[in-house]
Structure formats: structure tokens, C-alpha cells
């Protein structure tokens, strides 16, 4: 038994780093896990699982061109009306409430990179999760559901779900068939 623990997006960064160290090229361990390395583990996976924004800011990845400076990778900065909104789904939740909102005409304030980040996270922290990801355009539906693969990707390979599955033609789903990875 251990309390879970919220850390600093820099520890969040630094714990990834040490934890790629441990890893080869063929994606074997060097060595064993520390008892303290599987506890941070622990800690991150169940945090991850239970706040959304914490999920988001230290683990979640996008591209964006935010500055002008042209397309880059960067975590995922929460805006006002991002924040407004995990706000919202957090009462929800604790009124236990169903989370289901419809955006309709949002432009340009990033709730469907939000709704993308929120949806991974369910997808790939809770049981029976299903969501749906809609445009008028079919384009514009790849490329949101692409956002998920995108940050997928690049999440730290001891906090993705072992039994994770992808699949695409069409359409993507993600399957965790466990989706008790913590």
C-alpha cells in the first residue's frame, strides 16, 4: 500500500528518461526493474488513470504551432476553455453523472485535441470504453482520430497497457482487452 503521489511535470520528464535508459534497442530491459522504479510505475499509471489533466500535461503529446515557429512536438498545454472543460467532466464524475457533451462550432480552442487526449486516456486506462470521433468532413475524422495514435505513440512504453491493440481500416480502434494496466 502506498498514497498515490502527483509530480512535477519536470520529475514526470525525468523519471521517462531514466526509465528509456533502462531499455534496449529491442525494446528488452538492461535489468530488472527497482522495487522504487516499479512503484513510480504504479504511482504514474493509477494517477494517469484517475485525473485527466494530469494524464494530459505530462504524458499526452501533440503537434502544434503554437508561436508561429512552424509544426512541433510539444505536451499538451490546457488552455481556458480546455481547463473549463476537464472542470466540468471532473463534477460530473464525482456527482456520477454521465460525461457527455456535444461541442458544436467550436473553432479554433482546441476541444477536439482536448476530446482526443480524453478519450486516449479512457481508451487506455478504464474498461468498455467507447468513443466516437465525427466531422462532416472524413478528412478531418482521420486526422482527429490520428491525434490519439499520434500521442500513443509517443507515451512511455511502461504506460501503455501490455495487451494494447490497434487496429485500422477505415476506422481506428484501440482494444485493451485487460484495461486494468494499473
Given at each position: ?17 531514466h ?6 534497442s ?8 527497482t ?38 512536438t ?20 464525482l ?88
Amino acid at each position: 500500500q502506498f498514497s498515490l503521489t502527483s509530480h512535477s511535470i519536470a520529475k514526470c520528464r525525468e523519471a521517462v528518461t531514466h526509465l528509456d535508459s533502462l531499455r534496449n534497442s529491442d525494446g528488452t530491459l538492461t535489468r530488472p526493474f527497482t522495487p522504487r522504479e516499479l512503484q513510480w510505475i504504479r504511482n504514474e499509471r493509477l494517477v494517469v488513470k484517475c485525473n485527466l489533466k494530469y494524464y494530459l500535461t505530462r504524458y499526452f503529446y501533440i503537434k502544434s504551432d503554437l508561436g508561429g515557429d512552424g509544426e512541433r512536438t510539444i505536451l499538451f498545454p490546457p488552455n481556458l476553455p480546455q481547463l473549463m472543460a476537464i472542470d466540468g467532466w471532473a463534477e460530473d464524475e464525482l456527482r456520477g453523472v454521465a460525461i457527455a457533451d456535444a461541442f458544436l462550432k467550436v473553432r479554433q480552442v482546441g476541444i477536439s485535441t482536448l476530446i482526443q487526449g480524453a478519450l486516449s486516456q479512457r481508451a487506455l486506462f478504464y474498461p468498455n470504453v467507447n468513443g466516437l470521433i465525427l466531422s462532416s468532413d472524413p478528412d478531418k475524422t482521420r486526422e482527429m482520430a490520428g491525434m490519439i495514435l499520434y500521442a500513443i505513440d509517443r507515451l512511455p512504453y511502461w504506460l501503455v497497457p501490455p495487451d494494447l491493440q490497434t487496429f485500422q481500416s477505415g476506422e481506428t480502434l484501440l482494444e485493451v482487452p485487460s484495461a486494468d494496466s494499473a
